[in-house]
């Protein structure tokens, strides 16, 4: 038995009610995972789950969702089932846990079939704590049958989202998990979620048949996160600047659109000196495997990758989330992000953003399939990302409200806080654009592209306007006032503003309803206006191993360092992430206090029974060389 007998008997014979339940909930946390208290709701939740009651939990991520259903998992009689999209990453959470002493397993189809039957055959036994499999695998009736001739205490649904058709990971399997309740009413579930809104929380409280759980909802806010957003100009220059900067050495994440950007930026970064793997579907299985273990296991590798890549990362030191287009809505862009200071450290969500995605975003969606209503959610999920984008105020107050966390506050770590953007009333250069595009259609019956529409409001006698006689339009000229960049920023934020659109596979412009608003109406267009990126953000958070450094006293440092090292090498000799062994919260706190014996290093913040006995001494050795 792994567990200590007495965790054994506060998890099988006591009844699990409230009061009990808390008790045995806050053993477990000390002794398996090293805590010595609950943060935010996660007490309520544990014993709420704990005593047999159905939950949603909307926690962002870094926020500690899974202790939410592992406690509980450990505390009630049975097996916690814990279904999950992330086959490529049941290794490492069962790697984790595994080291904490927690009796863990999957089944998903990388097994072989004598692997299968043997995790099978130790969850009748009752011989795990935790199960880890994927949805689809519960389409298969030998699944229903595995869980009836054992004993399941709990069912969590990780990443719940994905039952959402108006969220940003539809998953078709999560859709048949209503009958987890259907065919076991007596166990409880928990469904867990880094993002949604109050409609892709009802739309999984009804897929799930979770009509009676309780609503946890924590605050989305990760203040240790800088949301960034710079105009878009040369982006693999820009992404290498950013990084040689501010991030020099840490782990981060770069999101591109397409497989072929992921690919060349991967070899612009690696080519640049900066350390560097691509992943997307694209690649073959075993390459996407071993890119992804890379990134787990060694420090300052950054992974390059379509949204393919990154749900359920544990790795809590990835220090950025670079964004090289326009993510496609406001959900997708908060759990990407939220990939970045799991750890709680500063961390950086930086993104560049021009013209061109508004453009490749709204030709994907008119060339979508699905129904006009389907198109018209597309649409809507844009408009919230481009309007965060676009705002003169702070970022995280807007991308809070979005999620219906009303702050008033602004932040004073975002971009719009730091470096205030300006508005300005760009209506006079809105009518000009807008004109042109109105008499190109009117009196040539002709359409466009933006690069087009600026020459002739700049008075370019380029081929183009004079193969087509476009020197001779009234509005030839007329924009000089501007420059082509400034033009271009006119363009973009029309289109975010619903006050132009572009249609067709060349992305041509065309006036809405609402540009007669302008043209005729005397509707006021206030603009963004950029500013120059200075050359270091004022006041910007701290990031790395520089934050982590200056959190420390300068005699610490070595220490930690020293520490770092050991957790480096044994890792590899165990062939697991540095992280699982010991977070660097840890050693920090390890390094501060720099305790004499193995009592006194049991009492350090993430120093569990399991990890005491089996990397105590090791600790105590480095600590003692000094």
Known sequence: MTLPDAFAAAATDTDPGMDAGSGAAQEVLRRVF????????????????????????LMPTGGGKSLCYQVPALVRPGV???????????????????????????????????????????????????LYLAPERLRLESTAQ??????????????????????????????????????????????????ATAKTSDEIVQRLDLGNARRFVASFDRPNIQYRIEPKNKPDRQLLDFIRTEHAGDAGIVYCLSRNSVEKTAAFLTENGVSAVPYHAGLDNRTRAENQTRFLREDGLIVVATIAFGMGIDKPDVRFVAHLDLPKSVEGYYQETGRAGRDGQPSTAWMVYGLNDVVQQRKMIDSSEGDAAHRRQLQLHLDAMLALCETVSCRRVQLLNYFGQHEQQPCGNCDTCLNPAESWDGTVPAQKLLSTVLRLKRERGQSFGAG?????????????????????????????????????????QLLAGGLLAVHGDYGVLTLTDASNEVLFEGRQVLLRRERERPTKPARAAKAGKAAAAAEMAPADVPVFEKLREWRAATSKEQGVPAYVVFHDATLREIAARKPTSLAELGTVTGVGENKLAKYGEGVLEVLGAE
Not at 108 to 130: C, K, M
Not at 168 to 178: G, I, K, M, N
Not at 467 to 475: A, C, F, G, I, N
């Open 34 to 57: 090293g805590y010595d208290s609950f943060r935010g709701d996660q007490r309520e939740i544990v014993e709420h789950v704990v005593a047999g009651g159905d939950a949603l939990v």
């Open 80 to 130: 916690g089932v814990v279904i999950s999209p992330l086959i490529a990453l049941m290794q490492n959470q069962v790697d984790a846990l595994s080291a904490l002493g927690v009796r863990a397993g999957f089944l998903n189809s990388t097994q072989f079939p004598d692997e299968r039957r043997a995790v099978e055959a130790q969850f009748v036994a009752g011989e795990l704590d935790l």
């Open 146 to 195: 595995l869980f009836d001739r054992g004993k399941v205490g709990l069912f969590a649904i990780d990443e719940a989202h994905c039952v959402s058709q108006w969220g940003h990971d539809f998953r078709p399997d999560y859709l048949a998990l209503s009958m987890l309740h259907e065919r076991w009413p007596d166990v409880p579930r928990i469904a867990l979620t880094a993002t």
């Open 452 to 492: 087009h529409i600026v020459d002739i409001l700049l008075g370019k006698k380029n081929p183009k306007v004079l193969q087509h006689d476009h020197h001779e339009l009234k509005v030839f000229g007329i924009g000089t006032d501007l420059r082509d960049i400034e033009w271009r920023g006119v363009v973009r």
